[in-house]
């Protein structure tokens, strides 16, 4: 078969229109101009002889052929920037990047001490950062859109890795009158039903809070980040449970600690078992608990 014409570029651009569903967004995600990606991504077409795309005046959708061919597209991007990084890896670390996310309720509270940090330790790489729900992240990663992701608890994947990095402990967080949060309080489990705040669902902290107490008034009053959990908390809304580092002084809300044994979560550094770079993923998920627990010592690194 003669492959001449074939170019990683093009499935780039065949994988971005099928994720954003638009021509106009995959050009803005791959900085070209929008014309000439739907050239290449007909020209592409009319190489393989096949339609990847129906195009139609109210939406663009992808064919059952076009499904088979984007999901082995997919592959051969993966399997790509593997011989890139393994290229790399004896010249920087990481192949000269790294792209990190976290799941939401942990990026934002510790990456600002992660980046100084890791620039210090390894001044030449780029470093792309990232946030998103645990199920987002993992599929990013075995897709090959991210190296590494800092995640909670996920379910068995075998084509996933992961290492752990520190313990985190939950603490509770009730508006600053509130009885719960003095020292004759009961925690979460000692609240009622209607008191109990949540996150959305699909985030992990959620389902932690409700293994902890499922019973969870019916309006099941809940917010889509922290930070608006933190607020509702603060309005007298109710309470709920924040992890450690998130625990950021806020007027109007009162933490109380809770019993580590029950009210914590493991956070873990994941990456993908194909990665050839697992030794430096391994190294960096070492290296990621002391940098942590430096500006949060509540966290623990005893993490067996």
């Not at 070209?32 to 795309?53: D, H, M, N």
């Not at 449970?241 to 998130?246: R, S």
């Not at 770079?277 to 509540?298: N, W």
Request: hydrophobic content about 40%.
């Amino acid at each position: 078969m003669n492959m001449s014409g074939l170019s990683l570029r093009d499935l780039e651009y065949v994988v971005a229109v099928a994720d954003h569903g638009s021509f106009v967004k995959a050009a803005e995600q791959c900085h070209v101009a929008q014309p000439s990606l739907s050239v290449q991504v007909s020209k592409l077409e009319a190489r393989l002889r096949t339609v990847i795309f129906e195009r139609t005046t109210r939406r663009l959708i992808v064919t059952p052929k076009g499904q088979q061919l984007v999901e082995q597209m997919r592959r051969v991007l993966l399997e790509a920037r593997a011989i890139f990084a393994l290229a790399g890896e004896s010249q920087q670390p990481f192949g000269g990047s790294l792209r990190l996310s976290a799941i939401s309720s942990l990026g934002p509270y510790v990456f600002p001490c992660i980046l100084r940090d890791l620039r210090k330790r390894h001044p030449g790489i780029s470093v792309i950062l990232g946030e998103d729900k645990t199920d987002v992240l993992l599929r990013a990663l075995l897709q090959g859109e991210l190296d590494v992701a800092l995640v909670s608890t996920h379910g068995p994947e075998p084509a996933v890795a992961k290492r752990p990095v520190f313990r985190e402990p939950l603490v509770l967080a009730c508006p600053e009158d509130h009885p719960a949060c003095g020292p004759d309080g009961n925690g979460w489990e000692g609240l009622d039903a209607w008191e109990r705040l949540l996150l959305a669902p699909g985030h992990c902290l959620r389902d932690q809070a409700l293994a902890a107490g499922d019973d969870i008034a019916p309006s099941n009053r809940h917010a889509t980040s922290l930070e608006t959990l933190k607020y509702m908390v603060a309005a007298g809304e109710g309470c709920t449970l924040v992890p450690v580092t998130a625990a950021t002084d806020v007027i109007g809300i009162k933490y109380a600690p809770l019993p580590i044994e029950r009210y914590s979560r493991m956070i873990y550094l994941a990456w993908r078992h194909s990665d050839p770079r697992a030794r430096q993923f391994e190294d960096l998920a070492a290296f990621l608990g002391p940098v942590v627990s430096a500006r949060h010592p509540a966290i623990l690194l005893d993490c067996e």
